[in-house]
């Protein structure tokens, strides 16, 4: 069976302060997205989609497209601040950057026929993370039961300010309830301040939170369009002050009874570049793993 990851790279990573999804951290000039296809090309994925801006397509073909397209399908999919329902275009010109990761996947809809895993372009998952995603979906034959990949908060934290996470709730193996958060580490415990603006509450440091890593059945998109629409009939100011997240329409479906989420844990190290200075321990890191043996110094000379 076909597996398609899907890698949400539109964003424009406005805390790094530029475009980190291009950002060498490997000896060779590879990405972070290098090593990500790279994984989940050993777990058995055989395609890739990056949601991009359409403005950014020559410099992803030219760099990671060319070097991966010898050894996975690759698709280029574009999120476009103007694909919104007709009677809510005038609000295209009050806004600057795209609606949200529900947008970003659903752009890849055309270019998915089967199960399919959902990542952030500037986060490095880890193999294990691949290898659990892909074990799942193998084992899962419930069109409306999905599973997210989490993390302890702490593995996931940054050294130079606050971090968005989900944070989840879980019910044995279900996870019941994700609350998109602000989270700020305070020692020995985390505080967690909701996207929604409800109130703050503390979190354990080896509290599960998502980071992005879904896995879907093809069914999860008719879930996608019908939120997207949904946003869409708020009133303008709250469209235009919020956007439609991944994490929240998973919540309220699950909320209603129509799917479920299993929480599987992964084994491995989360490296992300939220900020500028988190870019050096990135580096660091691959080049460790490399030393490991985990990957080959050139990574795609296969």
């Given at each position: 069976m076909e597996k398609t990851l899907v890698v949400m790279a539109a964003g424009m990573g406005s805390r790094f302060?530029?475009?980190?999804?291009?950002?060498?951290?490997?000896?060779?000039?590879e990405f972070i997205l290098d090593y990500s296809v790279y994984?989940?090309?050993?777990?058995?994925?055989t395609k890739v989609v990056f949601?991009?801006?359409?403005?950014?397509?020559?410099?992803?073909?030219?760099?990671?497209?060319?070097?991966l397209e010898d050894h996975i399908e690759?698709?280029?999919?574009?999120?476009?601040?103007?694909?919104?329902?007709?009677?809510?275009?005038?609000?295209?010109?009050?806004?600057?950057?795209?609606w949200g990761t529900v947008q970003a996947v659903l752009c890849a809809k055309d270019y998915v026929s089967g199960d399919f895993v959902v990542i952030n372009a500037d986060d490095f998952?880890?193999?294990?993370?691949?290898?659990?995603?892909?074990?799942?979906?193998?084992?899962?034959?419930?069109?409306?039961?999905?599973?997210?990949?989490?993390?302890?908060?702490?593995?996931?934290?940054?050294?130079?300010?606050?971090?968005?996470?989900?944070?989840?709730?879980?019910?044995?193996?279900?996870?019941?309830k994700l609350v998109e958060s602000s989270i700020t580490t305070m020692g020995d415990y985390a505080q967690a301040r909701p996207l929604d603006g409800s109130a703050e509450f503390p979190i354990e440091l080896n509290q599960a939170v998502s980071m992005n890593v879904f896995a879907f059945k093809y069914t999860f998109f008719a879930y996608l369009e019908e939120?997207?629409?949904?946003?869409?009939?708020?009133?303008?100011?709250?469209?235009?002050?919020?956007?439609?997240?991944?994490?929240?329409?998973v919540e309220k479906n699950i909320f209603n009874g129509k799917i479920k989420l299993k929480n599987v844990p992964t084994n491995s190290n989360w490296y992300g570049v939220t900020y500028k200075e988190d870019l050096e321990g990135v580096k660091k890191a691959i080049s460790d793993l490399i030393k490991e043996g985990v990957?080959?110094?050139?990574?795609w000379k296969m």
């Open positions: 302060g530029g475009l980190k999804q291009i950002e060498p951290v490997g000896p060779n000039g994984d989940a090309y050993l777990a058995g994925f949601v991009i801006k359409k403005e950014l397509e020559d410099v992803f073909k030219e760099t990671i497209g060319s070097r690759v698709a280029y999919a574009y999120q476009n601040i103007e694909d919104i329902p007709f009677d809510k275009k005038y609000l295209i010109e009050k806004r600057t950057k795209p998952y880890g193999r294990d993370t691949y290898k659990k995603a892909s074990e799942f979906l193998d084992s899962n034959h419930d069109d409306n039961v999905y599973a997210s990949i989490t993390f302890p908060y702490i593995k996931t934290a940054s050294l130079y300010g606050s971090v968005k996470r989900a944070v989840c709730y879980t019910d044995g193996d279900d996870i019941t939120y997207f629409t949904e946003f869409f009939k708020q009133d303008d100011e709250a469209i235009l002050n919020s956007e439609a997240l991944l994490p929240d329409v990957y080959p110094n050139k990574l």
